[in-house]
């Protein structure tokens, strides 16, 4: 029961982080979002929170691509 409990916060912690990350993505530079962009690309063994969050910053750099700024 313990783990279904943790594993339903961890779902709710990921849920609301994806919620909010397109905006802070948009607030990144061209440079810090190259950046971590690159590292979503290297890394391996990410964790699910982390795929999200890779997730978020390719669709950020979806978006910037639709208006004509390739940053990534």
């Given at each position: 029961?313990?783990?279904?409990?943790?594993?339903?916060?961890?779902?709710?912690g990921?849920?609301?982080?994806?919620?909010?990350?397109?905006?802070?993505?948009?607030?990144?530079?061209?440079?810090?979002?190259?950046?971590?962009?690159?590292?979503?690309?290297?890394?391996?063994n990410?964790?699910?929170?982390?795929?999200?969050?890779?997730?978020?910053?390719?669709?950020?750099?979806?978006?910037?691509?639709e208006?004509?700024?390739?940053?990534c």
């Open positions: 029961m313990k783990s279904l409990s943790l594993f339903c916060a961890a779902i709710i990921v849920l609301s982080v994806a919620g909010c990350a397109d905006s802070a993505m948009s607030k990144l530079s061209d440079k810090e979002l190259r950046k971590r962009h690159a590292m979503c690309r290297t890394g391996a990410l964790s699910a929170p982390e795929i999200q969050v890779c997730k978020n910053i390719a669709r950020e750099c979806e978006r910037r691509a208006k004509d700024n390739w940053a």
